[in-house]
Structure formats: C-alpha cells, structure tokens
C-alpha cells in the first residue's frame, strides 16, 4: 500500500492498530468487490456465474469457483458427495450429527482452491439470493 500507518505500533492497543489499518485498506477491498460484482453480473447470462447453491458446492469442491459470495450469517445444512457431486439439504432441526454446515464447506473449498470469497449483507449481494459465483470454466 502506498499509504502506511505512522508512528510506533508499540503504543496503540491492538483494536486502534486495527482500525488505523482497515481505513488503509477498504478502499482496496472495497474496489476489489465492486469489481467482482461486476464480473458475475457480466458472466450471469451465461454459465460462467450462478447463484444455484448445488452447484456452486460442487464446483467449490472441485476447484471451479473463482469467486464466491456469501450473505453473512446464512447457514445451510446437508452433506456432500465428492464422488457423484450432489448436494443433500437438510432444514434446521432435521439436521443429523454427520452434517456438514455447507456454506462453510464452500467458502473453505474456494480458498484452498486460490478462490476468492466476499461476504456481504443481502443488499450488497448480486443475487437476491444468499449465494452466489463466477466460476473459473
């Protein structure tokens, strides 16, 4: 960043550091999503974008997603199978005790992946739903 913080660190408590960093940052982070909204919106009439929570778990798992986005907060239930690629789901209360909390599944995939993922509150989301993707192919 070509901006930095001044003075010693050793004298702000961890939340000012903090603070002072992220007034540095969001500006990037801030055009960085803005940037990937634009991506999906661009790629959404064709099948390099979509907000099918099935699909986007599958190609999570299988390296396919570039860019992942997520409403804060949204839990989904089920489990997955990595060798047929389908997504069970399951409602709160008829979860069982080997069920996989799925969107958190996805996220972790896309990252071990050298995807990128972006939470945001429902208006920022692209989609109205609570998932959505740009995939790589």
């Known amino acids: 960043m070509k901006e930095g913080i001044t003075g010693s660190p050793e004298h702000l408590r961890p939340e000012e550091l903090q603070e002072q960093a992220w007034q540095i ?11 990937a ?8 009439s064709t099948d390099k974008a979509t907000d099918n929570v099935r699909e986007i778990i599958a190609a999570a798992f ?8 997520l409403v804060a907060d949204t839990q989904m ?5 990595p060798e047929t690629g389908k997504v069970l789901q399951h409602q709160v209360g008829q979860t069982t005790e080997d069920d996989l909390e799925l969107l958190d599944f996805t996220a972790m ?9 972006y939470m945001l509150n429902q208006e920022e989301m692209p989609t109205d739903l609570p998932v959505a993707a740009v995939l790589r192919y």
Request: no cysteine.
């Open 25 to 35: 940052v969001e500006p990037y982070f801030g055009q960085e999503m803005e940037t």
């Open 77 to 81: 239930w089920g489990k997955f199978d």
């Open 109 to 117: 995939q896309t990252l071990q992946k050298d995807g990128h993922v």
């Open 62 to 69: 299988y390296g396919r997603v570039d860019k992942l986005f």
């Open 37 to 44: 909204i634009g991506q999906y919106h661009q790629f959404v």
